[in-house]
């Protein structure tokens, strides 16, 4: 029998126009202090995962934590996913231009701050500029089991949607193309993980 597609939701309209607005004009302000994104260890392998990042989300961070915090246990119940208390949510921006990708990898890790928890929820929530600059970048959820190449379901980074997924599910983000090679034209994101504190 062949394991089902990853369970997830998907959120339209999932911030207001004016915190949209506020986080995209914050986004393309600080273009400059993006960097390279890491995979887990600190290692940054473009192969693997292709992208420029920053942590620092300034005045919507706390917002947008609360938001995430407010909506988890909706989310969990709608998943049928075990219940859990929120030790942290983690937030990260993510631009991908010209031929940025994630490979095929799960959200989990094992930490070794122990305060922190485990990862349970991931959450990405797509914005852009108008007309967008961009094509391609979907987010391919796979099955239990996936293997490279294998047939997933394609999410469309739909301006200001939001899909949540467990963050054991196999999943990557599929190549972008974006013909100026501008900043401002990029498949941005905030990428959030929700943990769950250790007993």
Request: charged share 20%.
């Amino acid at each position: 029998m062949t394991a089902p597609i990853l369970p997830h939701l998907r959120v339209s309209s999932f911030l207001d126009p004016e915190m949209h607005a506020a986080l995209l004009d914050w986004t393309l302000s600080n273009a400059a202090r993006f960097v390279p994104a890491q995979l887990a260890g600190g290692m940054v392998n473009p192969a693997a995962r292709s992208a420029l990042v920053l942590r620092d989300l300034g005045p919507l961070a706390t917002p947008l934590d609360a938001r995430m915090r407010a909506e988890t246990s909706g989310w969990t119940a709608s998943l049928r996913a075990t219940r859990f208390e929120t030790s942290e949510v983690e937030l990260e921006l993510a631009a991908h231009n010209e031929g940025a990708h994630f490979t095929l990898h799960t959200d989990t890790y094992a930490s070794a701050d122990a305060a922190r928890g485990d990862r349970m929820l991931s959450a990405v929530y797509y914005f852009h500029r108008q007309p967008k600059g961009f094509d391609g970048g979907a987010l391919r959820l796979h099955r239990l089991g996936a293997a490279p190449g294998d047939a997933g379901e394609d999410i469309t980074p739909d301006d200001n949607s939001l899909v949540v997924f467990p963050s054991w599910g196999p999943h990557e983000v599929m190549p972008v193309s974006c013909a100026s090679g501008a900043f401002a034209d990029s498949r941005f994101a905030v990428n959030c993980w929700i943990y769950r504190a250790r007993s």
